[in-house]
């Protein structure tokens, strides 16, 4: 029996944790920024981007604990630009480091407000990062993007103008919660 008990607390576990709930975005608008994930704000901040940007720019950052949906979507419609898979270290995935140190994937979408970096790290336990996206494909906003398995974290580099419309700690859902407003292109 108790083989039986922990094979099904385990399928259940495994269900939880791969779950993809229909998320329809609440409105289709290219000057709002979707949460890609679900989970907790863990960084607000101007921060150096050095990969594409070269350059300060707002980044907002969320941590997935193995609790939260871990399906990615597109914050916002537009080209992927850029896209590199690096494999790293795996850093637990609030450590600073983990953005530039762990297994990620970088992506930049172009847009009519401007160019939006977004970047999935795999965490300590997370060891493995799925993506749907290829360079030159045309996203649309809250379509999935890709999945990273067991906790992990995605960062977002802003464009200047952004208005951050979430508070550190904050607990936010893909799909649903409005990280930024955008501001409207020249």
């Not at 998320?23 to 594409?52: F, H, K, M, S, W």
């Not at 609030?94 to 795999?122: C, F």
């Amino acid at each position: 029996w108790l083989f039986l008990l922990l094979s099904i607390v385990f399928f259940l576990v495994i269900l939880q944790f791969f779950r993809n709930p229909v998320r329809v975005l609440p409105t289709i608008d290219n000057g709002l920024v979707y949460a890609p994930a679900d989970g907790r704000i863990c960084v607000i901040e101007e921060a150096q981007e050095d990969e594409y940007f070269h350059g300060k720019r707002l980044q907002v950052s969320i941590f997935m604990s193995p609790f939260n949906v871990h399906v990615n979507r597109n914050p916002i419609a537009g080209i992927v630009q850029y896209f590199r898979y690096h494999p790293g270290k795996y850093l637990v995935a609030w450590h600073p480091k983990s953005s530039t140190e762990n297994e990620r994937t970088t992506l930049v979408y172009r847009t009519d407000h401007g160019d939006i970096l977004m970047r999935q790290i795999a965490g300590a336990v997370a060891r493995r990062i799925k993506w749907y996206v290829s360079e030159g494909d045309r996203v649309e906003q809250g379509s999935e993007m890709g999945f990273i398995k067991f906790g992990s974290r995605v960062d977002l580099f802003l464009p200047a103008g952004a208005e951050v419309q979430v508070s550190m700690d904050q607990q936010v859902k893909g799909n649903r919660t409005v990280i930024a407003t955008l501001a409207k292109p020249t």
